[in-house]
Nanobody
Framework: QVQLVESGGGLVQPGGSLRLSCAASGSSISGYAMGWYRQAPGKQRELVARIIDNAYATYADSVKGRFTISRNDVNNMMYLQMNSLKPDDTAVYYC?????????WGKGTLVTVSS
């Protein structure tokens, strides 16, 4: 059974940084696309960044130049380095793993950007 567990969320001031982690178990992530999504209160879940391997990643326009997605297939981990955080980045962040036609989700980690 595939499980994804996010960690690293918390309260940070505007302009600050956080690093989110996603630990996968039950399946190797090697060769599969993974992504970070977020959902702010009252809004739909949106894609933040998606990675196939460390040489190819895509980002939402709103986070380009501020966020960096990466993965370590040996340790079955994915990361999201978030810099220059803004109040609009406040949301629950979810880890996603695509295995063929199956899509797996973590339970999310809350990021709050506020002074």
């Amino acid at each position: 059974q595939v499980q994804l567990v996010e960690s690293g969320g918390g309260l940070v001031q505007p302009g600050g940084s956080l690093r989110l982690s996603c630990a996968a178990s039950g399946s190797s992530i090697s060769g599969y696309a993974m992504g970070w999504y977020r959902q702010a209160p009252g809004k739909q879940r949106e894609l933040v960044a998606r990675i196939i391997d460390n040489a190819y990643a895509t980002y939402a326009d709103s986070v380009k130049g501020r966020f960096t997605i990466s993965r370590n297939d040996v340790n079955n981990m994915m990361y999201l380095q978030m810099n220059s955080l803004k109040p609009d980045d406040t949301a629950v962040y979810y880890c996603n793993l695509e295995v063929g036609l199956m899509s797996y989700w973590g339970k999310g980690t809350l990021v709050t950007v506020s002074s």
